[in-house]
């Protein structure tokens, strides 16, 4: 079984500038830890210069996913069941007014699933072993068809069959980078 990093097409120029609010904790998000939140939909502020065109795309990742309700459905639909989802509401930080409506998606599972034997470590300038290189070994996934690599646990991974049903369906700034092309510089 082949294995994807899957998030936003990066670097997405076109992408607003969001502030996370601090009701959103960046490292408890990334460990699928359930957020409490004092009220929902979750305000997020865009950073909008007016003279610059803003696209929406389908996932946008200013350090946890949000994705938009065709995202959602879609991954509601292939039987992605794993994820927490909380509504979002992007509001223009000056005029306050809803600029777009998306779902901060909390991925549950964090799965230990590193192919030792495939995998590249170096040591970095600390003398910390780091991986630069991996691989999956598909016999610990599982059977998840989206997870967290708990490794490296702000990637999101989908195994192949789910990519290929995603790739199908007409989404806008989406990435699905074989897990191979990673390569992280010490």
């Given at each position: 079984m082949q294995y994807y990093i899957f998030?936003?097409?990066?670097?997405?120029r076109d992408a607003p500038y969001l502030d996370l609010p601090d009701e959103?904790?960046?490292?408890?998000?990334?460990?699928?830890k359930k957020p409490k939140f004092d009220s929902l939909p979750i305000k997020i502020e865009?950073?909008?210069?007016?003279?610059?065109?803003?696209?929406?795309?389908?996932?946008?990742?200013?350090?946890?996913?949000?994705?938009?309700?065709?995202?959602?459905?879609?991954?509601?639909?292939?039987?992605?069941?794993?994820?927490?989802?909380?509504?979002?509401?992007?509001?223009?930080?000056?005029?306050?007014?809803?600029?777009?409506?998306y779902w901060l998606a909390i991925v549950t599972d964090i799965i230990s699933c590193i192919d030792l034997d495939k995998s590249v470590f170096k040591d970095s300038a600390l003398g910390r072993a780091v991986i630069t290189q991996f691989?999956?070994?598909?016999?610990?996934?599982?059977?998840?068809?989206?997870?967290?690599?708990?490794?490296?646990?702000?990637?999101m991974i989908i195994n192949e069959e789910l990519k290929d049903k995603l790739a199908k369906i007409d989404f806008v700034g989406i990435s699905f980078k074989h897990t191979d092309k990673y390569n992280r510089k010490v």
């Amino acid at each position: 079984m082949q294995y994807y990093i899957f998030d936003e097409v990066s670097p997405n120029r076109d992408a607003p500038y969001l502030d996370l609010p601090d009701e959103i904790d960046l490292i408890e998000s990334i460990m699928g830890k359930k957020p409490k939140f004092d009220s929902l939909p979750i305000k997020i502020e865009a950073e909008i210069d007016e003279d610059e065109e803003v696209v929406y795309t389908d996932i946008i990742n200013p350090g946890v996913p949000l994705f938009s309700d065709k995202m959602k459905s879609a991954l509601d639909e292939l039987g992605v069941t794993n994820i927490d989802y909380y509504p979002v509401h992007i509001i223009d930080e000056d005029s306050k007014d809803v600029l777009a409506e998306y779902w901060l998606a909390i991925v549950t599972d964090i799965i230990s699933c590193i192919d030792l034997d495939k995998s590249v470590f170096k040591d970095s300038a600390l003398g910390r072993a780091v991986i630069t290189q991996f691989s999956i070994d598909a016999s610990k996934t599982k059977g998840l068809n989206l997870f967290r690599f708990h490794n490296i646990p702000g990637l999101m991974i989908i195994n192949e069959e789910l990519k290929d049903k995603l790739a199908k369906i007409d989404f806008v700034g989406i990435s699905f980078k074989h897990t191979d092309k990673y390569n992280r510089k010490v």
